[in-house]
């Protein structure tokens, strides 16, 4: 996600869907208030937490994207530290209930504040932070901006704490992370969600990990390039994995199959917005219909869909 | 397209100036807004603009549209209209202004004087709840208002560059389209032609901050546009920081079939651009 809007109705209609879909309701809420955050075993060793389908704010503590860790031999990983240092601090609290190991790294999959704001919670534990090797860049010019914007939506409790911390050890192409007898394949991938999106693979159980780089249910949000995802589905669709973690999205997904939503989603977003500037149609009037045949099959459409064709249709025009 | 670094030249300097004593107010009252729009700020900040020269209201010879709320507040579409026949005479020149940005007035465009410019559209950076108001200057140098509100906050520090590499890699591209007159969404017209002119250019506001060095990025900005054809002017810009990135101009002006359409821009670290375009019948 990127920002917090301002339409208040519709977030609550969009909140109240989702209670009324979710599996995890009212219990998941209340136990995320104190304690260790709710993981689920999606294999031996490999858990994740699932995110709500909203936008950050104080009442679910920034708690809105798939967060995890996977446990090797000597250490642990973390996936994504969450939304708010409570919430990092949860998920160590998640891990100490289950592993004494050290806490060797947390994994940063991209910028985006549901994803990083968490990292000070890591501080103490000697954990060294990786990311994507455009990450540092990322966070050095928009890092003071995500502090300001979300303290409205978020709150000043929740925020005192937030720092902006990023990686030490970067990623270029792949690269490899031993846990002990462990190892996660590192992968950094060209501009798609953003400039600095990685995924992470644990050979072990074939558990792939990947950032925003695959949301379901969740509309998509585009910080990056649309043309550079859609070009990019096809290699991580040859990622050999068995399920998914996605971004956004239920936990754990089938794969590659949890790329079929998005996929179809950025196919009429870019075919709508194309047309129009191949009409000549101006981009005030472009964004207002475009993708609208999709309206119906995501949570938080209202919420970016007309954001998403902006910068779609200002990186498009370029072709 | 050429690239010539070439000496700063400070014509800009009402520019910065009047985004530098913004600075120093805190904006977040602005930025959170209210929905009562309140013209507090334009009224002191008209005569530093426009000295104590009468502003009359534009009366429907200047229209303006944006849309109420942004989708994206560091690219808010901005369009303009002049209404050009016997009685009101040319447009000779409209200043654009974004009341509540750091540096308020985002461009002055002047128009050439057989330009016969009747539709201009640009995208902005709008900062926070704000007017948006163009000033226009007629052939008797009378000034005529029209504005309308955007609700939208942050698109002045709201980091662009979605993808830095490529934006560096292609500073400065230029991209010229001509649109054929009877494509769907456009109205009919009769002679004049319309076009858009796309400038790959950052257009850093100045207002980012370096999270490790705690400074503020450099503004580094297209300050100086001028399109031409032939030897006549069309249009001229001067502009500011509230230009959105990759700089984007839509208009439609009484265009000569066969002659060349020339473009040179100039940014604040000096570097200078300019391409052309031969316009012929086989692009509309």
């Known amino acids: 996600m990127i920002h917090p809007t301002r339409r208040s109705v519709l977030k609550t209609s969009a909140f109240l869907a989702y209670c009324c879909m979710g599996q995890f309701s009212a219990a998941r809420v209340l136990q995320s208030e104190s304690g260790p955050l709710p993981v689920t075993e999606i294999d031996d060793g490999v858990f994740a937490f699932s995110g709500a389908d909203e936008l950050m704010r104080a009442q679910n503590r920034g708690e809105i994207c798939n967060v995890g860790f996977i446990i090797g031999k000597e250490a642990v990983a973390a996936i994504d530290s969450g939304g708010s240092v409570a919430e990092g601090r949860a998920l160590i609290a998640a891990i100490r209930a289950v592993s004494d190991k050290p806490i060797r790294y947390l994994i940063n999959t991209h910028m985006h504040p549901d994803h990083i704001f ?3 919670a890591f501080d103490d534990a000697g954990t060294t932070i990786v990311g994507h090797h455009n990450l540092p860049r990322a966070l ?33 192409g792949e690269e490899t992370l031993d846990l002990g007898g462990r190892p996660l394949t590192l992968r950094a991938w060209k501009p798609a969600h953003t400039d600095n999106d990685l995924t992470v693979f644990d050979q072990k159980s074939n558990v792939l990990f990947t950032g925003d780089l695959c949301f379901i249910g969740h509309l998509p949000t585009m910080d ?7 070009d990019q589905l096809e290699p991580l669709k040859a990622v050999n994995a068995r399920l998914a973690v996605p971004g956004h999205g239920p936990v754990p997904s089938k794969w590659p199959e949890a790329l079929d939503d998005e996929r179809r989603y950025f196919e009429a977003l870019a075919r709508d917005i194309r047309k129009s500037i191949a009409d000549g149609v101006p981009m005030a009037e472009a964004v207002k219909t475009a993708a609208e045949s999709e309206r119906l099959n995501w949570q938080l459409f209202e919420e970016y869909n007309e954001r998403n064709a902006t910068a779609a249709f200002a990186e498009l025009e370029w072709e | 397209m050429t690239i010539i670094p070439t000496d700063r030249h400070n014509r800009m300097m009402p520019f910065v100036l009047l985004a530098l004593m913004a600075i ?17 700020t334009w009224n002191s900040l008209k005569g530093d603009v426009f000295g104590q020269q009468a502003i009359a209201p534009a009366d429907g010879v200047v229209s303006i549209e944006a849309p109420k709320r942004a989708e994206d507040a560091a690219l808010v579409p901005i369009d303009l209209r002049f209404k050009t026949d016997a009685t009101s005479g040319q447009i000779k020149a409209v200043t654009l202004i974004v009341d509540e940005n750091p540096a308020p ?39 005529l208002m029209t504005q309308t509100f955007v609700k939208a906050s942050g698109g002045c520090s709201a980091p662009a560059l979605k993808n830095q590499d490529e934006a560096m890699a292609s500073l400065g591209k230029m991209k010229l389209r001509v649109f054929p007159s009877n ?4 109205e009919p017209k009769t002679r004049a032609t319309e076009m ?51 700089p984007n101009f839509r208009f439609e002006f009484d265009a000569r079939p066969g002659e060349d359409v020339r473009v040179e821009a100039a940014d604040t670290e000096g570097k200078k651009f300019q391409d052309e375009w031969p316009l012929q019948p086989s692009s509309l």
């Open chain 2, 105 to 143: 007035v985002a461009a002055v465009f002047k128009f050439g004087k057989d330009a016969g410019v009747t539709h201009l559209a640009t995208r902005l950076r709008v900062n926070a709840y704000s007017y948006v108001r163009a000033i226009a200057e007629t052939e008797d140098g009378k000034l």
């Open chain 1, 118 to 120: 968490g990292n000070a």
């Open chain 2, 183 to 186: 494509a769907p969404g456009i």
């Open chain 1, 224 to 230: 990056g390039s649309i043309p550079g995802w859609m």
């Open chain 1, 140 to 172: 050095a010019s928009r890092g003071d901006y995500y502090l300001q914007s979300f303290r409205a939506s978020m709150g000043a409790d929740l925020m005192a704490d937030i720092r902006i911390i990023p990686p030490t050890q970067l990623i270029a």
């Open chain 2, 196 to 246: 858009q002119l796309m400038i790959r250019h950052p257009n850093n506001s100045g207002l980012q901050m370096d999270q490790l060095t705690r400074y503020y990025i450099p503004a580094h900005f297209i300050q100086g546009l001028t399109v031409s054809q032939g030897d006549r002017l069309i249009m001229s810009m001067e502009g500011g920081i509230s230009i959105s990135e990759d």
């Open chain 2, 24 to 40: 120093a107010v805190p904006l977040s009252a602005n930025a959170q807004g209210t929905s009562v729009p309140e013209s507090t």
